[in-house]
């Protein structure tokens, strides 16, 4: 089971890059924000919890997050590889994460780090759009629909999330770089991160990390785009 897992600041483009790899390399994509949203929409037990913590901008608590995702890990459908999308987040999920993966006889394959000035951060999330339907990505100044307002993919209606409203995102990165920077520790002295620039194009950071899963190995390692 390859497992590859997307680490970058909030709106990085860890859920860009995550989708267009998941198609090329035959990965399932499973991007923890999502399965958080999806449980809001249908007003989970899980959902009522984690939107407390999502509207502060602040981390949803570690033994609700890794719950989450060991039980999606167990799904059939995972077996033929993963990409993990915004988990880790802290270093005990990654902790975790490293032990439920032993316990399935695989590891972490590559951690791929995306990089962006904090600047250009806060740029990208208020301009992106997101569809209803399938969670398709766009930017009102980089990657527009063909159709204001419509998913060029499956014409839903396409929306912002409450969650990038400017304060909110200013607490998004204050809270959640610092344990960023921790995993990113914990992945470097394991010998399995790969740093690509993320503020180049979006074709450009693709490249870059298939260049990087194609050529594993090299600790610490940073792919120039
Ligand atoms: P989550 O949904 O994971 O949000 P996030 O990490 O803040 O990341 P985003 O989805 O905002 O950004 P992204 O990096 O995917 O960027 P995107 O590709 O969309 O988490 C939401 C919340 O859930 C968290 O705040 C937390 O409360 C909770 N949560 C989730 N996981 C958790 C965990 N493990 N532990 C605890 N709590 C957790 O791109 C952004 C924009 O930029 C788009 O408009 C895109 O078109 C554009 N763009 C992308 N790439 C480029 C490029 N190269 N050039 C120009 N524009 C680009």
């Avoid at 399935?104 to 791929?112: E, F, K, T, Y």
């Amino acid at each position: 089971m390859k497992v590859y897992v997307m680490i970058g600041a909030p709106g990085a483009g860890k859920g860009t890059q995550a989708d267009i790899l998941a198609e090329r390399l035959g990965l399932v994509h499973v991007a923890s924000g999502d399965l958080f949203r999806d449980a809001v929409r249908n007003d989970t037990a899980l959902g009522r919890e984690a939107r407390r913590y999502m509207e502060r901008g602040a981390l949803v608590p570690d033994p609700v997050v890794i719950g989450m995702i060991e039980e999606r890990l167990s799904r059939p459908d995972a077996a033929a590889g993963i990409i993990l999308d915004g988990f880790p987040r802290t270093r005990p999920q990654a902790e975790a994460l490293d032990a439920a993966l032993e316990r399935r006889g695989s590891r972490v394959d590559a951690a791929l780090y995306v990089g962006v000035p904090e600047d250009e951060l806060v740029k990208r999330l208020s301009g992106r759009w997101l569809c209803r339907a399938s969670g398709h990505v766009y930017n009102e100044a980089t990657h527009p629909p063909l159709v204001a307002g419509v998913c060029d993919a499956d014409g839903s209606e396409l929306y912002q999330r409450d969650d990038d409203r400017p304060e909110t995102v200013r607490a998004r990165l204050e809270q959640q770089l610092p344990p960023m920077y921790e995993v990113i520790d914990h992945y470097t002295t394991r010998g399995s991160l790969v740093a690509v620039d993320g503020a180049q194009p979006v074709e450009t950071v693709t490249e870059a990390l298939l260049r990087a899963i194609a050529h594993p190995a090299r600790p610490g390692r940073s792919e120039a785009a």
